[in-house]
């Protein structure tokens, strides 16, 4: 199985920083990575696909990069809505993997 | 407008079954495949696997072969999942969410809350 590592697993920051937040494949998974947001109660929103289309309706502060094995997401200036969990998903293997999470707190 | 609407959460004693559903509206059910995500309390995302509405074909990721099987009813668009002789460590929310090929899990479930408690 591909194994997804995503760093760092916590962050703070304040409102109108810019956030970076990496995931790193155990195997080259070309542009297959897809990045998700999830608020506490809530099921995951889909941001970001084939790691750097935006998903309709997602605001243009988010972007993503990458191909191979490393991938980012960038918030380019943190709004209050944006405090929440993140993964990244590859969808390159038949059998999806999850990276482990970041959580993005206020600081 | 596309929705997946699960059913309401369940509470089973271990050894029981447990059968969650996810019924999709607004779009044609079987020209997406759905997939199946666990959520332990306070722990991240972890792939189930999938099952192809338009074959049937279930497929299941490592940690969730034997008792967890995947099923559909396409006559009233809704994928099942079930999970057999349960255990406390199954306690999680369980998600379905539509696979669209490039657009993997691009729309969700509410969530099944299982708790499994003597």
């Known amino acids: 199985d591909i194994q997804m590592t995503q760093s760092p697993s916590s962050l703070s920051a304040s409102v109108g920083d810019r956030v970076t937040i990496t995931c790193r494949a155990s195997q080259s998974i070309s542009t297959y990575l897809n990045w998700y947001q999830q608020k506490p109660g809530k099921a995951p929103k889909l941001l970001i696909y084939?790691?750097?289309t935006l998903q309709s309706g997602v605001p243009l502060r988010f972007s993503g990069s990458g191909s191979g094995t490393d991938f980012t997401l960038t918030v380019s200036s943190l709004e209050p809505e944006d405090f929440a969990t993140y993964y990244c998903?590859?969808?390159?293997?038949?059998?999806?993997?999850f990276g482990g999470g970041t959580k993005v707190e206020i600081k | 407008q596309v929705q997946l609407v699960q059913s309401g959460s369940e509470l089973k004693k271990p050894g029981a079954s447990v059968k969650v559903s996810c019924k999709a509206s607004?779009?044609?059910?079987?020209?997406?495949?759905m997939n199946w995500v666990r959520q332990a309390p306070g722990q991240g995302l972890e792939w189930m696997g999938w099952?192809?509405?338009?074959?049937?074909?279930?497929t299941y990721a490592q940690g969730f072969t034997g008792r967890f099987v995947f099923s559909l009813d396409t006559s009233v668009s809704t994928a099942y999942l079930q999970i057999s002789s349960l255990k406390a460590e199954d306690t999680a929310v369980y998600y379905c969410?539509?696979?669209?090929?490039?657009?993997?899990?691009?729309?969700w479930g509410q969530g099944t809350l299982v708790t499994v408690s003597s």
């Open positions: 607004g779009y044609t059910f079987t020209r997406y495949g």
């Open positions: 998903l590859q969808s390159y293997s038949t059998l999806f993997t």
């Open positions: 099952i192809n509405t338009n074959t049937g074909n279930p």
């Open positions: 969410a539509r696979d669209v090929t490039v657009k993997p899990l691009d729309y």
């Open positions: 084939t790691a750097s």
